[in-house]
């Protein structure tokens, strides 16, 4: 059964930094590319980053690129994401993802963590 933990949202203040941290458990992690999305209030997920399993080569959302940066450990079994320069409107539920090697989505997500960015 793959499982998925977010942690490391919070309340911060513009222009702070956060790091969140997705730990998977239940397949075998260096095989599989990962990503973070996002959820706004009243809105559908949205793509914020990816890494893929071989290269750990990353590509992002235009809003993010230069002040966020996914990473993974494969010995942890874990993705990162590190958020520098946080803005209001990032604020939004953030969730880890597993997609195949294709770059779709497999329907195993991460219970989310709340990140909240005041003005």
């Known amino acids: 059964q793959v499982q998925l933990v977010e942690s490391g949202g919070g309340l911060v203040q513009t222009g702070a930094s956060l790091r969140l941290s997705c730990v998977a458990s239940g397949l075998t992690f260096s095989r599989w590319n990962m990503a973070w999305f996002r959820q706004f209030p009243g809105k559908g997920r949205e793509f914020v980053a990816r890494i893929r399993y071989a290269t750990e080569t990353a590509i992002y959302t235009d809003s993010v690129k230069g002040r966020f940066t996914i990473s993974r450990d494969n010995a942890k079994n874990t993705v990162y994401l590190q958020m520098n320069s946080l803005k209001p409107e990032d604020t939004a539920v953030y969730y880890c993802?597993?997609?195949?090697?294709?770059?779709?989505?497999?329907?195993?997500w991460g219970q989310g963590t709340q990140v909240t960015v005041s003005s």
């Open positions: 993802a597993v997609l195949t090697p294709g770059g779709s989505e497999t329907g195993y």
